[in-house]
């Protein structure tokens, strides 16, 4: 499987082109506003001093570091502000495998595949942990694969793509998992705001200098395009404080910095946005996913039990998860999903839908009309 070439582009493209009306679940943007308090943000800054132009610390602007090491109880010293969770992703990996005494990462199948390219592109050897029948993580399964030769595990919790969300339990376990084989455990919790098991457990809640959180705005203030993300390394003073210096320098040579006038609107909406704005979008999605979840039941589709993020993963009978397939759909039903073969080799009979559109309900409709109509 060629992870460096995503193919999210491929089936937008096939969708564009497409000869009628074609719901869009591929992508993961929301479509719903970021708080008001952001582009209140946005609109003071553009009425600000020259010197407010010019580069902030390349590690981030300093209050905005404050206000996340702040909310998320670490030292400001091992927050760095990056191009989004990809970066963090980035600079988390690449240090993983640059500094730990393994050159392998251990990744989940079904996978985010921009963590398989970027381990590819990285010449890390991957080595891949099946998900359980039910979509979770088993730490059994983790301490089969991990070795001395393992620099990272990567989790993504609550995941992409298969919308579960792992317990406490797992988490520490994973933790257990990389301080014994002197590893790292990333863990990138983009989608933290859309659990709606109550079971989301940040990596955070574990003290130890073998854990990597990475998150960022992107998703739960609805801003992928401001490209606003941080990472928590451990500290840069206790064991394994190289990897945030190592950070430092790779973003500081790969970017100079991040953009000042995003930073500032996510610091402003930080400060000025209340808990309701959050709970309206996850009340949003659980609606979404009723919906949709419904028309899967309708047309006999198999599916991990959305439990958080955005998506659901199903399964048709007679009808796999291939690019094929997902051409029909896009033809015949006017739906976009993603096949399954994106994320993995063993889950290749799945299709992934997103539920970041209005017209979720829409989707159902035509859904169990084409499955009906079969
Ligand atoms: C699991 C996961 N991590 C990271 C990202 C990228 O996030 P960002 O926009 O903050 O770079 C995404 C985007 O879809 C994602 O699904």
Redesign the pocket.
Known sequence: MDYETPQFFRVMQYAQRADRDVVDMVS?NPDWEPPQALREGLRTYADGEPAEFQYPDSVGLRELREEIATRRGVDIEQVIVTN????A?HLAMAESLEQMSGDEVLLVDPV?P?YAGRAEMLHADIRFVPATDRGGLDPADVYEQISEDTAAVVI?SPN?PLGVTYDAETVHELVAAAEEHDAMLVS?E??DHFDYSGRFESALSVDSPNRIVTN?F??SMAI?GF?V?YAIFPHPDGPNGGLMDGARSRHMLTNVTSSRPAQAAVLHALRNTDPSYYEANRDLLRERIDAFTDALDAAGAEYTEPEGAFYVMARFPGFEGTMDNVERLIDEAGIAGMPGEAFSDTRREWMRFALVTPRVGEAADRLAAFFDAR
């Open positions: 993961g989004g969770a990809g970066e992703n985010y921009y993504n992409n990138d983009v989608y960022s992107s998703k992928t490209r993300g």
